[in-house]
């Protein structure tokens, strides 16, 4: 696995695919997160911003890989597994990315309350804003897995069904992502960091089963 890890991360690096939702990531953060604004807020909108970027990297990463060289590399180890290596590469590269931008919201972000009256503890702040990138960056990924090859066969209809679930995804009360970018939210209101757990297991749950998922179909259709 970490060479068809490294396989997957070396053709994203090489095909410079990568290069659009980057620039796309870094725009919507520096349009979003302005500097002395509270930085919880800021990390909400950095996390929120990531969960469509994800989906765009895993449906890169799932079909980067040209038939021929796909057939030869499943052949040699297994559908399952290749699919399953360009997931992986796949969220890898989002939560890198979202800690990035979590580094530079912090950075020029207020530590303080909304009202700026409470002053927001520094380690805890760092803990939900990593955990809220992890959160969007899996159910990202898991989005991306449901949305592209191959369950959807069509490029058209994959980027259209990502684009609106990602959205659902962020707005949909009760989903992880909904969950972590509000109680950011929530927490610059009353001037602590929330405690994101549960909605990072709910995450890595749904992460996992999506990527079973479409793991096992690959395997019957490759």
Same mark, same amino acid.
Request: glycine content about 8%.
């Given at each position: ?36 604004? @509270? ?39 297994? @559908? ?20 990035? $931008? ?6 020029? /972000?207020?530590?303080?309350?909304a009202d700026h ?25 898991? &989005? ?9 066969? !069509?490029?058209?209809? !994959?980027?259209?069904?990502?684009? &609106? ?9 009760? /989903? ?14 009353? $001037?602590?960091? @929330? ?22 179909l690959t395997s019957?259709?490759?």
């Open positions: 696995m970490n060479a068809l890890f490294r396989y997957h991360s070396a053709l994203l690096l090489r095909s410079q695919r990568w290069l659009p939702p980057v620039l796309v990531y870094g725009a919507l953060v520096a349009v979003g997160a302005q500097p002395g604004d @509270p930085v919880l807020d800021s990390l909400g909108y950095a996390a929120a911003a990531l969960l469509p970027v994800a989906a765009w990297l895993a449906r890169i990463c799932a079909t980067q890989e040209p038939p021929a060289a796909r057939h030869v590399t499943a052949a040699a180890t297994s @559908p399952a597994r290749t699919h399953l290596a360009a997931l992986l590469t796949a969220a890898a590269t989002a939560a890198a990315l979202g800690a990035a $931008g979590s580094a530079l919201v912090m950075a020029m /972000s207020d530590w303080w309350s009256r409470t002053p927001i503890a520094p380690v805890p702040g760092i803990v939900a804003g990593l955990l809220a990138v992890a959160v969007c960056a899996l159910v990202g990924t898991a &989005l991306g897995a449901l949305c592209t090859w191959p369950l959807l066969r !069509s490029p058209g209809w !994959s980027v259209m069904v990502t684009a &609106l679930a990602a959205l659902l995804a962020v707005v949909t009360p009760g /989903s992880p992502a909904q969950v972590v970018v509000t109680g950011l939210i929530t927490g610059s209101r009353a $001037g602590t960091a @929330p405690v994101l757990v549960l909605p990072l297991a709910a995450a890595a749950v749904l992460a996992a089963a999506a990527t079973a998922g479409a793991c096992a019957r259709r490759t």
